[in-house]
T-cell receptor, first 112, second 114 residues
């Protein structure tokens, strides 16, 4: 079974800092790696999806990279803002294209 | 385009009661799935469907039933609720576009079993 690990579990940074969230997975035979944002008490919002043939994806201040050989993905957030405070989840689908294996998330707090 | 919708948003059940959590999507996605989210456990797959009439078990299927009679709907039935089923339930749908299976999630149902 694919195991997905996210480090750190929690992170607090001052506004304006650039930061990196880490995700590792045990099975390199993945279809996608998808990053989500979850606000307290809310659902999951998809941020970025990286297909197995891609190395990175960018959306605004977010950049996600994928290194299948090392089983790692990173989510880079540039110039963090208090509104970025949320839990960030990574998930991969490997042995089937439609079922995701989730990490437990990184809880991010950006302080003004 | 409403995306993935779930009802109800909140529900309280007594042990032994049964109920159905509703999930619908209007994106004509072939794949639908149910996850539960528990503190410290992350999201875990309960059941999934690859199309109308086809369902299969995920990681934690015990105590739950599903059926998929239409592309749009994928209800989750709790047969006899137990306190261990207190959780937040998310429905998701996805489609295959080449090698991409981007998943879209509903807003969730918060279930408490007393």
């Amino acid at each position: 079974k694919q195991e997905v690990t996210q480090i750190p579990a929690a992170l607090s940074v001052p506004e304006g800092e650039n930061l990196v969230l880490n995700c590792s997975f045990t099975d390199s035979a993945i279809y996608n790696l998808q990053w989500f944002r979850q606000d307290p008490g809310k659902g999951l919002t998809s941020l970025l999806l990286i297909q197995s043939s891609q190395r990175e994806q960018t959306s605004g201040r977010l950049n996600a990279s994928l290194d299948k050989s090392s089983g790692r993905s990173t989510l880079y957030i540039a110039a963090s803002q208090p509104g970025d405070s949320a839990t960030y989840l990574c998930a991969s689908n490997s042995n089937s294209g439609y079922a995701l294996n989730f990490g437990k998330g990184t809880s991010l707090l950006v302080t003004p | 385009n409403a995306g993935v919708t779930q009802t109800p948003k909140f529900q309280v059940l007594k042990t032994g009661q049964s109920m159905t959590l509703q999930c619908a999507q209007d994106m004509n996605h072939e794949y639908m799935s149910w996850y539960r989210q528990d503190p410290g456990m992350g999201l875990r797959l309960i059941h999934y469907s690859v199309g109308a009439g086809i369902t299969d078990q995920g990681e934690v299927p015990n105590g739950y039933n599903v059926s998929r009679s239409t592309t749009e709907d994928f209800p989750l039935r709790l047969l006899s609720a137990a306190p261990s089923q207190t959780s937040v339930y998310f429905c998701a749908s996805s489609y295959s576009q080449g090698a991409s299976y981007e998943q879209y999630f509903g807003p969730g149902t918060r279930l408490t079993v007393t």
